[in-house]
């Protein structure tokens, strides 16, 4: 007997042939007065059950949703952290590039305070011109360029590595020291001994003059004498200026000795 | 699991993607810095001819003076012989590049030469030369031109390579 109307579709059916679940669109009805024994026993057998989670229903009109937005923050600080990353990696390389062009011309014999030692670069002197030895190319000269070493610490100096100068001559063309060690042999004929050869490993302790060997274009005359000012950024050594003496390479006319 | 726990576990595996998608750029970065560590900048060629220092050419070849101009764009000085640079001769035959690698001039094999001689050098963010001496092979039989091919190698490994293409 249809005797109940569904709460939502409002279609009639036997509430006690379907337990009070409408057979056409499933909904349950709540108990109502005057039910079946059958039913009122279902009905507190649903009342005992513990009441089942929250289910938020989604339609396509009103989502609700609940939002992680974790991703979204993890995207961004991402983000962030490439260009903070790049952005700090150019902007030292640009303040590290320009500290390494920023030059200071001295005249020959100025003083050059680098660390616990002030240099003098005195003069550019020929040693071997070009064409009289076999061992040299055909096209280059050996020079010494004159320098005079002080030592502020007062202590003992065994390498000099880090402050070596180099020489730039012609069309951009740098050239370092040679070890004095290899070119001991060749220069002993040229008048030059060997305590007056300078290089990386010569050690000293107040100050200490002599000779940086190069080995130049035979058709330079002038030679840029350059040192390097570094210091200590970030755990790392940077160049942080640069100092140069432009000098004329003297022509060996008589004895180096004087 | 219910949704808290599982909120955890899911901003747990975004953490864990940040931290490696930064280091991963991390070292992209690094890589790219070391990219661009020096530039081939230009080439210039000058025929000395079939005998260099007493030394004389294989046959069918020929002595190049080539000069490089490089830049360091990096913060520490870096030795000219350390800058490696692969020379090889492109021809064109039949509409297809042929390349043919040159052999560099050792010094340290001619006796007569000061083999210490390495010093040229590239001090940090400047822009300098290096000059090699390349065998160069002469086909007088093709009348098609020659162009050499600069390639560029850091170290003993080629980490990057980069062309020039220089008319003879």
Redesign the interface.
């Known amino acids: 007997m249809k005797d109940f109307e569904c709460i939502k579709c409002h279609k009639m059916f036997d509430f006690d042939k379907y337990y009070g679940v409408c057979p056409k669109c499933g909904v349950f009805n709540p108990k109502r007065e005057g039910v079946g024994k059958f039913c009122e026993e279902i009905y507190r057998k649903y009342d005992d059950v513990p009441s089942p989670p929250k289910i938020i229903v989604v339609t396509t009109n009103n989502v609700v949703k609940?939002k992680?937005k974790?991703?979204l923050f993890?995207l961004c600080?991402?983000i962030l952290?490439?260009l903070f990353?790049?952005g700090c990696?150019s902007i030292s390389?640009r303040m590290?590039?320009k500290a390494?062009?920023e030059t200071i011309t001295l005249e020959a014999g100025e003083s050059i305070s680098l660390k616990n030692r002030d240099y003098q670069i005195l003069k550019a002197q020929e040693i071997i011109p070009a064409g009289l030895e076999?061992?040299?190319?055909?096209d280059?000269k050996m020079i010494g360029v004159y320098v005079k070493i002080t030592s502020k610490a007062g202590s003992a100096e065994y390498s000099l590595e880090n402050n070596l100068p180099?020489v730039k001559y012609g069309?951009?063309?740098?050239?370092?020291?040679?070890?004095s060690a290899?070119v001991f042999p060749?220069i002993d004929n040229y008048g030059l001994t060997t305590e007056q050869v300078l290089d990386s490993y010569t050690g000293f302790y107040d100050s200490i003059e002599g000779y940086y060997i190069?080995?130049v274009d035979k058709d330079a005359d002038v030679v840029t004498v350059?040192l390097?000012r570094k210091e200590k950024h970030i755990g790392?050594e940077?160049?942080t200026g640069v100092y140069q003496v432009i000098l004329p390479i003297e022509e060996r006319e008589t004895d180096i000795h004087e | 699991m219910n949704e808290k726990q599982s909120n955890g576990v899911n901003n747990i595996a975004w953490i864990i993607f940040a931290v490696i998608f930064l280091f991963l750029a991390f070292e992209c970065m690094l890589m790219f810095s070391d990219r661009t560590k020096i530039e081939l900048l230009s080439a210039e060629t000058e025929k000395i001819g079939d005998t260099y220092q007493g030394v004389k050419a294989q046959d069918g070849y020929e002595y190049y003076k080539v000069t490089s101009t490089l830049k360091n764009n990096g913060k520490e000085m870096l030795y000219a012989k350390n800058v490696h640079i692969a020379y090889k001769i492109k021809q064109e035959l039949h509409g297809t590049d042929i390349y043919h690698s040159c052999e560099i001039f050792d010094e340290s094999d001619n006796s007569t030469i000061l083999a210490w001689d390495n010093s040229l050098m590239l001090p940090a963010w400047k822009t300098g030369k290096k000059v090699d001496i390349v065998q160069i092979p002469m086909d007088n039989q093709s009348p098609a031109e020659h162009y050499l091919n600069l390639e560029l190698e850091m170290g003993e490994e080629v980490k990057f390579s980069q062309s020039i293409s220089v008319k003879l």
């Open positions: 609940k992680n974790t991703p993890v600080f991402c952290a490439v990353m790049f990696v390389q590290m590039n390494a062009n076999t061992f040299l190319r055909e280059e180099y069309d951009d063309f740098y050239k370092q020291c040679l070890y290899d060749y190069y080995l350059t390097e790392e940077v160049i």
